[in-house]
Nanobody, 120 residues
Framework: QVQLVESGGGLVQAGGSLRLSCVAS?????MAWFRQAPGKDREFAAA????????DYADSVKGRFTISRDAAKNTVYLQMNSLKPEDTAVYFC????????????????WGQGTQVTVSS
């Protein structure tokens, strides 16, 4: 069993920054961030392979968000800069044994979600 524990969500003004953290138990995993606004579909944000050598970003966040890993702590981070109101969503950490890229169906484990609210 894999458990994901997220933190770092909160309220921030447009143009500001926020850093999300997700701690995964067990072996190193491919990890990713997805987000979902109320009444909208869940969408891909960023992914990072278990080795940290492969990563992918959604076009909507590319250049503003950075996914990274502290392997010793088995923690993945999502540094979010230049935040926009449309970034407001519940952000979910996801993990899998194999690289899943941007496809949510490839991830077996999910965190509880953390709310990010960007005010204008």
């Amino acid at each position: 069993q894999v458990q994901l524990v997220e933190s770092g969500g909160g309220l921030v003004q447009a143009g500001g920054s926020l850093r999300l953290s997700c701690v995964a138990s067990g072996r190193p995993y491919t990890m990713a961030w997805f987000r979902q606004a109320p009444g909208k579909d869940r969408e891909f944000a960023a992914a990072l392979s278990a080795t940290g050598r492969t990563r992918d970003y959604a076009d909507s966040v590319k250049g503003r968000f950075t996914i990274s890993r502290d392997a010793a702590k088995n923690t993945v981070y999502l540094q979010m800069n230049s935040l926009k109101p449309e970034d407001t969503a519940v952000y979910f950490c996801a993990a899998d044994r194999d690289y899943g890229g941007r496809y949510s169906q490839n991830y077996a484990y999910w965190g509880q979600g953390t709310q990010v609210t960007v005010s204008s």
